[in-house]
């Protein structure tokens, strides 16, 4: 079972970038499939983007461009999420989640979860 921290979390102004970060302890991410999702207050929880363990990625919010990339580093037990241009509505609170094999977007489909780290886009 991996354990996961994410870290980067804040505030920031609409238009702004910001980048967060999510760390395993355990077994390693180097087989698992890792998702971002968030969910804000009084709405649903949606899977931002995941990473495969070969490295391909899913972006499930724009379904391309170069607003939201995610990254990892095997040797760091690291995920990465870039987000750029942010807007009021990426507010949330950003948690990773880890399985074994593909992605899902499916919060269900996942067994190991951070905490989550709070992001607040405002002026």
């Known amino acids: 079972q991996l354990r996961l921290v994410e870290s980067g979390g804040g505030l920031v102004q609409p238009g702004g970038s910001l980048t967060l970060s999510c760390v395993a302890s355990?077994?390693?991410?180097?087989?698992?499939?890792i998702t971002w999702f968030r969910q804000a207050p009084g709405k649903e929880r949606e899977g931002v983007a995941c990473?495969?363990?070969?490295?391909?990625?899913?972006d499930y919010l724009e379904r391309g461009g170069d607003r939201i990339i995610i990254s990892r580093d095997n040797a760091k037990d690291t995920v990465t999420l870039q987000m750029h241009r942010l807007k009021p509505e990426d507010s949330g609170k950003y948690y990773c989640?880890?399985?074994?094999?593909?992605?899902?977007?499916?919060?269900?489909?996942?067994?190991?979860w951070g905490q989550g780290t709070q992001v607040t886009v405002s002026s």
């Open positions: 990473i495969r363990a070969r490295g391909d990625s899913t």
């Open positions: 989640a880890a399985r074994p094999g593909y992605c899902s977007g499916s919060g269900p489909q996942y067994d190991d």
């Open positions: 355990g077994p390693g991410i180097r087989d698992y499939a």
